[in-house]
């Protein structure tokens, strides 16, 4: 990856740099919605206050119960985890949201800062820049994930500070004295985020890409520099074993493709199909346009290395949503070096880049612009608190101040805000992190198979139901819904416009009858939750049936 000797731009271009980082992060600071931060929160205090790895599941029922493949997650995010949940206890919710915020922030910054070292001209970093923080807006989820969004751009910088193999005499050598920092890069990604793979799988792209060089490119390349070069990097790559699962991730990796777990989750949708589904990734399309278009205007002269890399994490970001902004941001330095070229050699393009840059500014400012004023409005600037509604807060401070201890079957987004919250012994029925399959498939037979529900609810002993009586994402009456509504073991102890709350009659003496709210609320509330989604513009399909269930029941005698 030789750098052209172009010249940066001035002062002030300088400064669009400065702001564009700027913009990123304060539409960075967007409130708390994720479902797997809680459970990452929980686990990391969880980690602080015993100073020890997890030896089992101390918030769910799952308990020893962890199926195969699964045991990894139990330590497998350990480092991140620490962090978050050390910025919330520092500065509570703002300080989770500053830490993704300066995460998201540090991948351009890290673009223009890095380029600007190796002699790259302005306007090519800053739309390289610009494409890869209107990217990374998409993806704001507090999760370690944020960890590998920002590690896959350094180690792409940390590779080519290496220095690939160039095509004159003499060879110069080989940097090896980075590949330390590689190693120490991919030892703190292994303890944060199963993300390393793909890390990994850089670095083996890099050295098929450079061995390639020396034996198809005929390249004059010592043999012993090669050796040395797959030594070092080897070791570096030894490095992600240094996790308290060892091999396993790895293992549980290759397993976890195709099962059922990755078909049900909505970010293992291709980009296709998350566009068609109303994510406009657009810079992402953007970004791999360029990117094909300059691979292959340079597909005589380009570097083997480079290639390898841009097309390997082009082939990823193809099969699923989550490694978009991985594309983006590792082939951001390619870009922009590409671009850099093409100014000296075509001047229309040097006095295009300008006017791209500002189009796509302009665009994301269209694109981002009303849901990040509509959110400043409602939560401020700093945006320091959880999205409202997504998570049942008020349902967890009753049974905070009820004392409402034992098995509680929540909705899966829930569980992991259940599990933070629970600081008295009690367990989850399951969360996010899905450690026991047969859980799972117990989970959504609860919802859904009204025959099987009463025996599984007795059979896991389950005390305490915190549920939306509809389905958040597609509007549908859960079944559980209408079984709780009648059965007469099921007490309503609590209601709101996010969540019920059901308890066991005469598990909890504190709670007698006298003290529950009459069923009938449950289907008023249907009403009232079906009617705000069609107010807000949700299609009507599935919400005007669950009106209509809802006013059947009501409409019968008591």
């Known amino acids: 990856m030789s750098s052209p000797s172009s010249r940066f731009g001035p002062a002030a271009l300088t400064t669009a740099g400065i702001l564009l980082a700027a913009t990123v992060f304060a539409l960075a600071l967007q409130p708390l919605w994720s479902n797997d931060l809680w459970w990452h929160l929980a686990t990391g205090r969880y980690l602080l206050e015993t100073r020890g790895f997890l030896d089992t599941d101390p918030f769910s029922i799952a308990g020893n119960s962890i199926s195969p493949g699964r045991t990894t997650i139990l330590n497998g995010y350990w480092l991140a985890q620490v962090i978050m949940a050390g910025c919330y206890n520092l500065a509570g919710e703002r300080g989770v949201i500053l830490l993704r915020a300066a995460l ?43 960890f590998t969004i920002l590690f896959v751009p350094a180690l792409v910088c940390l590779l080519d500070r290496i220095g690939p193999a160039p095509r004159q005499k003499p060879f110069p050598g080989y940097a090896l004295g980075w590949t330390a920092a590689v190693g120490v890069l991919l030892l703190a990604w292994a303890n944060m985020h199963g993300g390393f793979i793909l890390g990994a799988a850089v670095v083996g792209c890099y050295l098929l890409g450079e061995t390639a060089k020396v034996f198809l490119l005929r390249l004059p390349v010592p043999r012993r520099a090669l050796a040395l070069l797959w030594g070092s990097l080897g070791a570096a790559l030894l490095a992600t074993l240094a996790t308290p699962a060892g091999i396993a991730p790895y293992l549980d990796f290759i397993g976890f493709q195709g099962g059922v777990l990755q078909e049900k989750t909505a970010e293992f949708l291709n980009p296709f199909a998350a566009a068609a589904s109303g994510v406009a990734v657009y810079p992402y399309f953007l970004a791999g346009l360029l990117f094909a278009a300059l691979l292959l205007r340079r597909r005589r002269q380009v570097d083997l290395t480079e290639a390898a890399i841009g097309l390997f994490l082009l082939a990823v970001s193809l099969t699923a949503f989550r490694y978009l902004p991985l594309f983006v941001g590792g082939v951001g330095l390619f870009v922009a070096r590409e671009l850099t070229r093409l100014e000296d050699e075509i001047p229309a393009v040097r006095k295009a880049l300008p006017a791209a840059v500002l189009l796509t500014l302009l665009a994301a400012g269209v694109c981002e612009g009303p849901a990040a004023a509509g959110k400043f409005r409602e939560y401020g600037l700093l945006r320091g608190r959880t999205e409202a509604g997504l998570f049942p807060q008020q349902a967890a401070d009753f049974l905070e101040r009820e004392q409402l201890t034992g098995v509680r079957f929540g909705h899966f987004n829930w569980g992991g805000y259940l599990a933070w919250r629970q600081r008295d012994g009690s367990r989850v029925f399951i969360d996010g992190r899905v450690l026991n399959l047969p859980l799972f498939h117990a989970y959504t037979r609860i919802l859904w198979i009204p025959e099987e529900m009463r025996g599984l609810l007795d059979r896991y002993g389950v005390t305490t139901i915190v549920m939306p009586r509809l389905n958040p994402s597609t509007g549908e009456l859960y079944a559980l819904t209408e079984f709780l509504a009648l059965a007469p073991e099921w007490l309503l102890a609590y209601r709101d416009e996010t969540a019920m709350v059901m308890v066991r009659r005469g598990s909890f003496p504190q709670l007698p009858d006298h003290r529950t709210l009459p069923k009938r609320l449950i289907y008023q509330d249907v009403l009232a939750d079906a009617g705000r989604r069609l107010q807000a513009g949700e299609r009507p399909d599935h919400l005007l049936k669950a009106r209509e269930a809802a006013l059947r029941h009501l409409s019968a005698p008591p």
């Open 104 to 146: 998201l922030t540090a991948v351009p910054v890290l673009l223009l800062a890095y380029g600007r070292r190796r002699g790259l001209s302005a306007w090519p970093l800053l739309l390289a820049a610009a494409l890869t923080g209107w990217t990374l807006l998409y993806f704001t989820a507090e999760r370690p994930n944020l």
